[in-house]
């Protein structure tokens, strides 16, 4: 490999991708154990990397050229909240089905639920849990088909049952 980094030892990578043409390289790098003396520091044994950003990017748009509003048209399930306490809730779901791998989002900022929805079908969201302060004390939630325009109202347990099953079923049939 030649970087003209001749300040490398030992060990040194370069990963490439081959559409790029003569300038292929994504991402390089390796040990340099002498630099920090060579700049007049203490020893200092060191690692690092550089990465072409604009290249990095361009393969990433090469590889799915479906761009990010198809790629996020697998987003199985976006909790839109309504309230502080609908807030924790909601975060505390997402992390429960994230843990089981399940594709969760949740707004980080308060919106209306108009807003909310029209968030969740920007995202290409499948499906939008609800989550207010009716619904916290009832400990059932509005569950939104959102191609169908369907809704109905689900149990936490009822959607775990749903989500998890489904996508370890999908993750079962890739394997």
Do not use: C
Request: charged share 25%.
């Amino acid at each position: 490999m030649v970087r003209g980094l001749d300040y490398y030892t030992r060990t040194t990578f370069e990963i490439v991708h081959g559409s790029l043409g003569a300038q292929n390289s994504l991402l390089g790098g390796g040990r340099y154990d002498g630099l920090s003396e060579e700049l007049g520091g203490p020893p200092a044994p060191g690692i690092g990397f550089s990465i072409g950003e604009d290249r990095f990017a361009l393969t990433l748009a090469q590889s799915d050229p479906s761009g990010p509003a198809e790629q996020a048209a697998g987003l199985p399930l976006y909790i839109a909240w309504l309230g502080e306490s609908a807030y924790r809730h909601a975060a505390e779901l997402a992390r429960e089905l994230r843990a089981r791998n399940v594709a969760v989002e949740v707004a980080s900022d308060p919106l209306k639920l108009k807003k909310a929805l029209e968030l969740a079908s920007r995202l290409g969201a499948r499906h939008v849990l609800i989550v207010g302060d009716q619904e916290l004390a009832e400990g059932k939630y509005p569950l939104k088909d959102m191609s169908a325009g369907t809704q109905r109202t689900v149990t936490k347990e009822e959607l775990f049952e749903q989500f998890v099953r489904r996508e370890n079923l999908i993750e079962d049939h890739i394997r």
